[in-house]
C-alpha cells in the first residue's frame, strides 16, 4: 500500500519537475522602449501583454510636474534598481527620488487597455497624460513628506487616443534598495484582470492551506504531546504562510490598504527567518541521528540574530544584511538535502516520502530564490502546486509518525495490563501457597483436640487467614473484572440451596453479633436455573456479609422473590436487607467506587477494603443488571437486584451428600499425592488420613508416573506446578497409559484461568488452595467407583 503511494508521488512530483523545467523558458524578449519612446503601433494587444521595458527618460533628484519641461534629457534602463544605475561613472545611491517619463505611441484600433504596476522600492505616484492615475504611498523630495507603501495596482489607459505619456515620482529614504525593480505591464484590460484575478486566487489558497495545515499539525501535536517534529512543522507552516500573501503582489496590503508598511515589513522579514528556524528545528527532531545537532543550532543563533535586529534596527540597516542570510540558507537547503539523502540510505521510517518532499522544496526555494534575484519569471500556478505537494508529503510523514506513536503506545498498554495480570496472578498464586499451609495446619491443629483457650487462639488464626484469602481472590477478581476477562458461566444451579448455604455459611458470624439471620424465598423459584452459581453466591455472601457486618442489633434478611415466571425463564428479585447503621444519601454514591467505603472511620471499626461492593456490582454488570440501593441512615438498608434465569427442566444430579455422621469417610481409598512442596504435602496427607485414608507420596509428576499402581491407587491428587515433571504431563501421560481413576488437580491457580489446560490434559476434576478439609474429602467421594 505504502509503496504503491510513493510510487504515484514520485510520478506526479516527477511531472511537476518536468512541467515546472519546460515552463521555465528564458524570459521573453518584448519590444523595448528606446530613448523614453515605446512604438507599439505594430503590437496586437489580443494575444499577449507587453513589459514596458527599455530606456525611459530618467531625471534623478526631481519629480518633475506634469507639463513640466527639461532644458536636458537624461535617460535609464527600466526597471532597474538604482544602485545599478550609473551616473557621472558612479551608481547611485538606494536613498533618494527621481521622475521616469515615457512616451507610448499605441495602435489606433486598441481594446480596452490597462496598465499592471507593481510594487517600487517604496512609492511612487503616477501621471497617465498629465492626470494623476494612481499612487502607491507618497513620493517627496523630503524623507519627512513621504510615506511608503508597497501594493500591486491596476489601471486603465484612457481610450480613443493613440499617445499616452507616463510620468512616474519615485521615491525611497527607507529600503535598501531604491527604485523599480518589477517591469509595468501593459496589456488588453480583460487579460491583465483575469491574470490578476488568478494570482490572487492562487495566493489565497495556498495561503489557506498552509495555515489549514499548521493548525491541523498544532492540533495533531495536542495528542502527541511529546511529539516535537509536529510541533515546528506546524510552527514551520504558521510562520511561513504570511509570505504568500504578504509578499509577491501584496494581497495581504491590497486587503488592508491602510495598514502600517514599517510594521508589516518587519513581519514579512520575520517571517522568512523564523519559518527556516522551525523548517530546521522540525528536520533535526525528524532525523536526529542524520542531522548534526550543532550545524542546526548554528542556524537557530543566526536566526535568532537576524529576529532581534529586523525587530530593532532600522529598515535599510535589516533589509540590507537580508541577502546574506538568503546566501546562508541556501547553503542550508544544500544541508537539509543531504539529511534527507542520508536519512534514506539508512532506511529511517518514511524517509522515502521525506526526500521527495525534499526534492520539491529544493527545487521551490531554488526557483524563489532565483526569481528573486531576477534571474527567472514568476510562475505562480507551479509554486502553489509545489507548495500543497511538499504539505502532502509531509503531512504523510507526520501522520504516519503519529499512528506509529499510537499503535506503540497501544502495545505498551497492552504490555502493561499483561504485565500487570500476570504479576497479580503469580503473586496470589504465591500468597495462596502458604496461606495453604497456614490454613491446612490449623485444620490439623483444630482436629488435634486442643484446650478451650488454644482452640480460640486457632480460631482467630483460621477466621484471619481465611479473611486474607478473600482479599487476595477479591483482588485478582477486581483486576480480572477491569480487564473484561471475566466470563461467567451457564450451568445448572440451585438458587433455594445457594441461598440457603450462604446463610448457613454466616451463621456463626451472626450469632457473634446476636443478629438474627432470615431467610426466606419464594416457592415459584423452579429448583434448576441457568447461570454462573459461583459468581452468584459471591455477589450474595457478600451483601449478607456486609450486611451482618453493618448491623450492630436487630436482624438480617436475605429473600428471593420471584417477580415474572413463563415457561422458559424466570425473573427474580434477590434482596439482603438489614436494621443496621444505613447509608448516607451523600454516600450512597461513592460506595459502589473500588476501595471507598462510606467514610474513613468505617475501616477502623469494621475492616473491610472497599471492594465488595464494585465487585458485586461488575459482576451483575456482566448480566446487564444495576445493583439497587435503598437506605437511610441509622435505618437499615437493603441492597437488591433483578435477575432473569432461563428454568431447566432436568432432574437434579445429587451432589455430594453430608460428612457429618460419617467417621472415616475415606477409609477405603489409598491415594497418590504428587506435591512438591514437603510442608503442603504433609498436610495435605495428615487431612487425608484423618479421613481414614491411605496416602503415597510423590514428590514430582515423574515420580508420580512411576509409583502408580491400578491395583493399589483409586485416586490420584496432583499439584500442578512440580520440578522436573509437572501434573499437566504426568497427567497427560498416565492418560496415554491408560489410566482410568479420577485425577484431582491441586492448584493455587485460580480454575477460570487454567480450566482449558486441566480438561486437555485429562484431569477429571480441581480443587483449589488452600482447601478445606470438608471439601476436599467430598471431591473425592464425588467420583467414587469401584472403591
Ligand atoms: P468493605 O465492606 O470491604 O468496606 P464494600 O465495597 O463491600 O467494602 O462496601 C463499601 C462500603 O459500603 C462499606 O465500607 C460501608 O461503608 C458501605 N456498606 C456496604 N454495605 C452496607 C450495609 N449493609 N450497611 C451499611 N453500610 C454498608
Known amino acids: 500500500m505504502k509503496k504503491a503511494w510513493l510510487i504515484v508521488l514520485t510520478a506526479i512530483v516527477t511531472s511537476w519537475v518536468v512541467l515546472f523545467a519546460l515552463s521555465t523558458s528564458p524570459l521573453k524578449n518584448t519590444k523595448t522602449a528606446q530613448q523614453g519612446l515605446l512604438d507599439l503601433r505594430s503590437q496586437d494587444f489580443s494575444s499577449a501583454n507587453i513589459n514596458l521595458s527599455g530606456q525611459w527618460e530618467f531625471y534623478w533628484s526631481q519629480l518633475l510636474l506634469p507639463g513640466e519641461d527639461v532644458s ?29 517619463k515615457l512616451k507610448i505611441i499605441l495602435p489606433s484600433s486598441d481594446p480596452l487597455l490597462a496598465l499592471r504596476i507593481p510594487d517600487i522600492y517604496s512609492s511612487y505616484r503616477l501621471y497617465i497624460n498629465d492626470s494623476l492615475a494612481v499612487e502607491n504611498g507618497k513620493p517627496a523630495s523630503k524623507k519627512e513628506e513621504a510615506k511608503p507603501f508597497w501594493s500591486e495596482r491596476i489601471v486603465l489607459l484612457p481610450q480613443h487616443t493613440d499617445t499616452v505619456n507616463l510620468l512616474l515620482h519615485v521615491a525611497n529614504f527607507w529600503h535598501s534598495k531604491g527604485g523599480p525593480h518589477k517591469p509595468v505591464v501593459l496589456g488588453n484590460f480583460e487579460q491583465i484582470s483575469r491574470q490578476n484575478k488568478i494570482d490572487w486566487g492562487l495566493d489565497t489558497i495556498t495561503t489557506g492551506f498552509i495555515l489549514m495545515s499548521s493548525f491541523l499539525f498544532f492540533g495533531l501535536y495536542l495528542f502527541a504531546k511529546n511529539d516535537k517534529p509536529i510541533l515546528y512543522f506546524a510552527l514551520f507552516c504558521f510562520t511561513y504562510s504570511y509570505r504568500i500573501i504578504g509578499t509577491g503582489p501584496y494581497l495581504f496590503y491590497s486587503l488592508f490598504p491602510g495598514i502600517n508598511w514599517f510594521v508589516t515589513l518587519r513581519i514579512e522579514y520575520l517571517s522568512l527567518v523564523l519559518s527556516c528556524a522551525c523548517l530546521f528545528q522540525y528536520i533535526r527532531y525528524l532525523y536526529p541521528q542524520e542531522a ?43 544541508y537539509a538535502f543531504y539529511i534527507f539523502i542520508t536519512a534514506y540510505i539508512h532506511k529511517r521510517n518514511d524517509s522515502d516520502f521525506a526526500l521527495l518532499s525534499a526534492c520539491i522544496a529544493f527545487i521551490l526555494f531554488l526557483f524563489l530564490n532565483l526569481h528573486y534575484f531576477k534571474l527567472a519569471p514568476d510562475m505562480k500556478a507551479m509554486i502553489c502546486s509545489g507548495y500543497i505537494l511538499f504539505l502532502f508529503l509531509q503531512a504523510i510523514i507526520l501522520s504516519s509518525r503519529f499512528a506509529y506513536t499510537l499503535s506503540h ?43 478451650s483457650s488454644q482452640k480460640d487462639t486457632l480460631e482467630v488464626v483460621l477466621f484471619s487467614a481465611n479473611n486474607l484469602l478473600v482479599l487476595v481472590n477479591d483482588i485478582l477478581d477486581y483486576s480480572k473484572l477491569e480487564e473484561n ?24 458470624f451472626a450469632d457473634s453479633k446476636k ?76 460506595i459502589f467506587k473500588r476501595f471507598t467505603q462510606a467514610d474513613s472511620s468505617t475501616s477502623r471499626k469494621y475492616g473491610g ?22 437506605s437511610e441512615g441509622g435505618r437499615g438498608s437493603t441492597f437488591w437486584f433483578t435477575l432473569s434465569f432461563p428454568i431447566v427442566y432436568r432432574k437434579k444430579i445429587l451432589s455430594t451428600g ?130
Not at 497492552?414 to 497456614?438: C, D, W, Y
Not at 487425608?688 to 499402581?709: C, P, Q, S, T
Open 658 to 787: 453430608s460428612l457429618t455422621g460419617m467417621d472415616k469417610p475415606l477409609q477405603d481409598y489409598t491415594i497418590l499425592l504428587a506435591e512438591d512442596n514437603p510442608l503442603n504435602a504433609m498436610i495435605a496427607k495428615t487431612i487425608l488420613e484423618d479421613f481414614g485414608a491411605g496416602v503415597e507420596l510423590a514428590g514430582n509428576g515423574r515420580e508420580a508416573v512411576e509409583k502408580f499402581n491400578a491395583a493399589v491407587h483409586h485416586v490420584i491428587i496432583m499439584d500442578l506446578n512440580m520440578p522436573e515433571m509437572d501434573g499437566f504431563e504426568a497427567t497427560k501421560q498416565l492418560r496415554s497409559k491408560g489410566v482410568t481413576v479420577p485425577v484431582i488437580a491441586l492448584t493455587a491457580t485460580l480454575p477460570a484461568e487454567i480450566a482449558g489446560k486441566i480438561k486437555a490434559a485429562g484431569f477429571t476434576d480441581i480443587i483449589v488452595k488452600p482447601f478445606d478439609p470438608d471439601g476436599l474429602c467430598r471431591t473425592i467421594l464425588k467420583y467414587r467407583k469401584g472403591v
Open 72 to 100: 536636458h534629457r537624461s535617460y535609464a534602463s527600466f526597471p532597474s534598481l538604482w544602485n545599478k544605475i550609473e551616473v557621472g561613472g558612479k551608481p547611485l545611491p538606494s536613498v533618494g527620488y527621481a521622475t521616469y
Open 515 to 590: 443478629i438474627k439471620l432470615e431467610y426466606e424465598f419464594d416457592k415459584d423459584i423452579p429448583e434448576q436455573v441457568l447461570g454462573d452459581p459461583t459468581r452468584i453466591t459471591q455477589v450474595i455472601t457478600n451483601l449478607v456479609h456486609n450486611a451482618i457486618k453493618f448491623t450492630d442489633e436487630g436482624w438480617v434478611r436475605l429473600s428471593l422473590q420471584a417477580e415474572k415466571v413463563d415457561t422458559q425463564h424466570i425473573t427474580i428479585t434477590i434482596a439482603v436487607k438489614d436494621s443496621g447503621i444505613g447509608i448516607l444519601p451523600d454516600e450512597q454514591q461513592i
Open 609 to 630: 477494603t472497599g471492594l465488595g461492593l464494585a465487585i458485586s456490582r461488575k459482576i451483575l454488570a456482566l448480566y446487564n443488571v444495576e445493583l439497587q440501593l435503598n
Open 292 to 334: 548534526g545537532k550543532a550545524v542546526v543550532r548554528i542556524l537557530l543563533w543566526v536566526s535568532a540574530l537576524y529576529s532581534i535586529i529586523i525587530l530593532t534596527a532600522p529598515v535599510h540597516f535589516f533589509s540590507g544584511i537580508m541577502p546574506l542570510y538568503l546566501i546562508i540558507l541556501f547553503f542550508y537547503l544544500g
Open 485 to 508: 476477562k471475566m466470563k461467567l458461566e451457564k450451568i445448572d444451579m440451585d438458587l433455594r440451596e445457594i441461598g440457603k448455604n450462604i446463610i448457613k455459611g454466616a451463621q456463626s
Open 409 to 451: 503506545a497501544a502495545l505498551q498498554a497492552q504490555l502493561g495490563v499483561k504485565a500487570k495480570s500476570e504479576f497479580l496472578s503469580t503473586m496470589s498464586h504465591e500468597i495462596r501457597t502458604p496461606l495453604n499451609a497456614i490454613i491446612g495446619l490449623v485444620h490439623i491443629l483444630l482436629k488435634g483436640k486442643p484446650s
